[in-house]
């Protein structure tokens, strides 16, 4: 099994502006997840793009994959004070349960 | 639908004392996944089943932890001889396929919070 690793660790950001969250994983996967998870909350699956994807959008998310650099990308457009949240990425290895790093926590101001 | 329910929500302890922790998945979720979280950290796996069945329990830290799934739904979480460092958030989550684990999302409960005094 193996963890995502998330970059930035923090990251503070005005409302209207984008946020960019990297991960970079090490060997190779079958899919790739983003969660968010929201103070006292549990983790809230985002999306999951597949090895074999590049990019993928889901409203104001905008998710890419580079298996060739081990890394994925999370973009949140306009973003939101109701954004703020700690993302994690977990990288999808066959046959093992989903691992999760420390995550970026994403801070939102009016 | 219900989603993902753990009980309690808050357990306070004291060391050495035995818990039990309760998960109830979403109803049809095969998969059944526990996690503990400390402070500023990520998720930390533990032990997945894929129906009654402990699929990999290679997370469990030591063998005061033990979790079992009997009837392939609800799931416990159980902590012997409780000690400080066991103090986090225990998440359950679970996932509606049978086949890799690694291919479905999973829906998490908002977790018990465990503290041992």
């Known amino acids: 099994s193996q963890q995502g690793e998330e970059d930035p660790q923090a990251l503070s950001i005005q409302e209207g502006e984008n946020a960019t969250m990297n991960c970079s994983y090490k060997?190779?996967?079958?899919?790739l997840q983003w969660y968010r998870q929201n103070s006292g909350r549990g983790l809230v699956h985002l999306i999951l793009?597949?090895?074999?994807?590049r990019e993928k959008h889901s409203g104001r998310l905008r998710v890419t994959l580079d298996t060739s650099k081990k890394s994925s990308s999370l973009l949140i457009t306009a973003s939101r004070a109701a954004d703020t949240a700690s993302y994690f990425c977990?990288?999808?290895?066959?046959?093992?349960?989903?691992?999760f790093g420390k995550g970026t926590t994403l801070s939102v101001s009016s | 639908g219900a989603g993902v329910s753990q009980t309690p929500s808050n357990k306070v302890t004291e060391k050495g004392k035995y818990v039990e922790l309760r998960c109830d998945p979403i109803?049809?979720?095969?998969?059944l996944y526990w996690y503990r979280q400390s402070l500023g950290q990520g998720p930390e796996f533990l032990i997945y089943?894929?129906?009654?069945?402990?699929?990999?329990d290679s997370g469990l830290p030591n063998d005061r932890f033990f979790a079992v799934r009997p009837e392939g739904s609800v799931s416990t979480l159980k902590i012997q001889r409780t000690e400080r460092g066991d103090s986090a958030v225990y998440l359950c989550?679970?996932?509606?396929?049978?086949?890799?684990?690694?291919?479905?999302?999973?829906?998490f409960g908002n977790g018990t919070r465990l503290t041992v005094t």
């Open positions: 109803s049809g979720h095969t998969a």
């Open positions: 989550a679970s996932s509606l396929t049978g086949g890799p684990p690694e291919n479905s999302p999973l829906h």
């Open positions: 089943f894929q129906g009654t069945g402990a699929a990999d």
């Open positions: 977990a990288p999808g290895q066959a046959g093992t349960a989903l691992i």
């Open positions: 793009i597949r090895s074999n994807e």
């Open positions: 060997t190779s996967i079958n899919n």
